[in-house]
């Protein structure tokens, strides 16, 4: 079992819809929870963390979290093309904070 | 500049060459960080620099593969004997160094455009 698991995709959305992208992980002692987009060909960039239960919101972006069921996820509201790309989950551990460990990502398909 | 810059942005090498691909991360950024992103996946965690010291290199796949940070900026990712699976994306990270050794906002890491590294 990989320690941090997507849905690879495509997600394909209708531009204005809420697109939802989930992640699980597997190691309980998982501090803190990271989406970074990647565009296709570029580098990752951080978009949202989380660190404790509930939700977190910043604009467009929702990022939710349930500990106890090791489950992330991030809703985008009013979706637009430009938010098509690769959305990678990613988590560390209080151990070794620095390290992240990354899911193989989920690719959001925004149709106009 | 103002972000992390990475040489080549491509290479193209034969099986058993050495290979070297270059970071220079943001200035001031005391944690670097070499990940690796094969198709299809996310990075995988290589090797991580507080300053011009490994601090953790757990995610080096094997002895050819080594770097350095000899003045605490630049780093360089050597790979030995190339093989066609070291075929993939390697991205450098930098981040300032927080109080706990990690960055300072956990998790914000800053990438670079990264280097293909394509082993025929």
């Known amino acids: 079992q990989k320690e941090v698991e997507q849905n690879s995709g495509p997600l394909s959305v209708p531009e204005g819809a809420i697109a939802s992208l989930n992640c699980t992980y597997s190691?309980?002692?998982?501090?803190?929870f990271f989406w970074y987009r990647q565009y296709s060909g570029k580098s990752p960039e951080l978009i949202m963390s989380i660190y404790s239960n509930g939700d977190k919101e910043d604009g467009r972006f929702t990022a939710q979290l349930n500990k106890a069921s090791q489950y992330v996820s991030l809703l985008i509201r009013d979706s637009q093309p430009s938010d098509s790309a690769t959305y990678l989950c990613?988590?560390?551990?209080?151990?070794?904070?620095?390290?992240?460990?990354f899911g193989s990502g989920t690719r959001l398909l925004v149709r106009p | 500049g103002a972000g992390v810059s990475q040489t080549p942005s491509n290479k193209v090498t034969e099986k058993g060459k050495y290979v070297e691909l270059r970071c220079d991360p943001i200035s001031g950024h005391t944690a670097l960080y070499w990940y690796r992103q094969s198709l299809g996946q996310g990075p995988e965690f290589l090797i991580y620099?507080?300053?011009?010291?490994?601090?953790?290199d757990s995610g080096l796949p094997n002895d050819r593969f080594f770097a350095v940070r000899p003045e605490g900026s630049v780093s360089t990712l050597k790979i030995q004997r190339t093989e066609r699976g070291d075929s993939a994306v390697y991205l450098c990270?930098?981040?300032?160094?927080?109080?706990?050794?990690?960055?300072?906002?956990?998790?914000?890491?800053?990438f670079g455009e990264g280097s293909r590294l394509t082993v025929l």
């Open positions: 990613a988590v560390n551990r209080m151990d070794s904070s620095y390290k992240l460990i």
């Open positions: 190691d309980r002692v998982s501090q803190s």
């Open positions: 990270a930098s981040s300032p160094l927080g109080q706990a050794g990690g960055p300072v906002r956990t998790g914000e890491l800053f």
């Open positions: 620099f507080q300053g011009t010291g490994a601090a953790d």
